[in-house]
């Protein structure tokens, strides 16, 4: 005689679990990932456990995407205004009682030793799109001052430890919440015609205003000679320009189709600085050629269309603005990695997602996707 409440199995209990996840978008985290691994094997193969701690990354990297994916969006505005708190409390502590490596002060020991600005890539979108739910049906001129003013404190801070990298992709992120948040283009233009002429004066006048003798303000040293560098790195071609020669050589070689995989040259033969990092893109593209980087774009353009589509699709103005700077975050990591990389934009040491090796970068990578999955699944749910 059978029980008239079966005990449900294991997979039972778990299946609840995924129901409602974006089936697309975890394909295409799957497709990148999977181009992420097979470069990490090339770039990494005479670089000890590289291959290895990738792959260990991205499994973290998975099961906090998992984890996130659980917490609903109201609990996640929730955690905004702590997780910024907290976030700008570190810091100020960073800048008060940090670690300094090589000129920089990035780090604090907390028992462990962590990189404080690092949660501002998740709690700064998390406060703006807080902010403008609290604002929303009547956000004002005044609501985006505050907006902007709530992305510089922590901004600035992160700039003068100096992490200029770090810095822009906070600043993107805030950034993408204000303009979604309905920013006016009468706003928006004036700051992008002041930045094309600028852009364009430098670069006429790059001879003249990178003299030994020529003063910066409101740049350091070393971010002076980052943009000379870009201007024209066969000025140092054997030191600041060496990272941005080797890294379009490598992508010059690899023509259409790549000399094929763990045949790169300027890989194996370690002419590529930071070839499992920064630099990965290079020996991708040396061994795969503009072909595989057009797969690596495609997949990189359907992580960016999928993104926005869950944030069109939102319930509320707090999951649209969330998913839809999120989504965009991730295009500027890849179009800074790619730029600078290619030598179109100064090294600032961006990595590229899912590709570049780097704990943390995964991490960040995982609680992103972790917080798409959460307003995809929520939605479904809602609609279910």
Known sequence: MRPAF???????????????????????????????????????FDHGTRFIDHGRNMLLAAAILFVVAQISPQRLMALAVPLYVIGVGLLVATALIGITKKGATRWLD???????????????PLMLAWWFQRREGQVRALDFVVALLILAVPV??????????????????????????????????????VAAVAITVLVLSGDAICQPDVQWPLLREYQRHR???????????????????????????????????????????????????DFIFAAYAEEFGLLGCIGLLFGFLCLIVRGLMIASEAPNVFSRLLAGAITMSFFTYAFVNMGMVSGILPVVG?????????????VTLGLGLGILMSIAKNKRLVQG
Do not use: N
């Open 110 to 124: 907390v028992g462990i030793v962590i990189q404080p600005s690092e949660i501002l890539k998740i709690a700064m």
């Open 156 to 193: 600035g801070l992160i700039v003068k430890q100096p992490d200029l990298g770090t810095a822009i992709l906070v600043m993107a992120a805030g950034l993408f919440v204000i303009f979604f948040a309905g920013l006016s283009w009468k706003l928006i233009v004036p700051v992008v015609v």
């Open 6 to 44: 079966e005990k449900p199995s294991l997979l039972q209990r778990a299946l609840p679990l995924f129901r409602g996840f974006d089936a697309p978008l975890l394909l295409v985290v799957l497709l990148l990932s999977a181009i992420g691994m097979t470069s990490m094997y090339s770039a990494g």
């Open 350 to 362: 961006v990595p590229l997602p899912f590709v570049s090796y780097g704990g943390t970068a995964m």
């Open 227 to 277: 943009v000379c560098t870009l201007l024209d790195p066969t000025a140092d071609p054997l030191g600041k320009g060496f990272h941005i020669i080797q890294g379009m050589i490598a992508i010059g070689s690899g023509g259409v189709l790549g000399k094929g995989f763990m045949k790169g040259t300027q890989t194996h033969l370690e002419f590529i600085p930071e070839r499992t990092t």
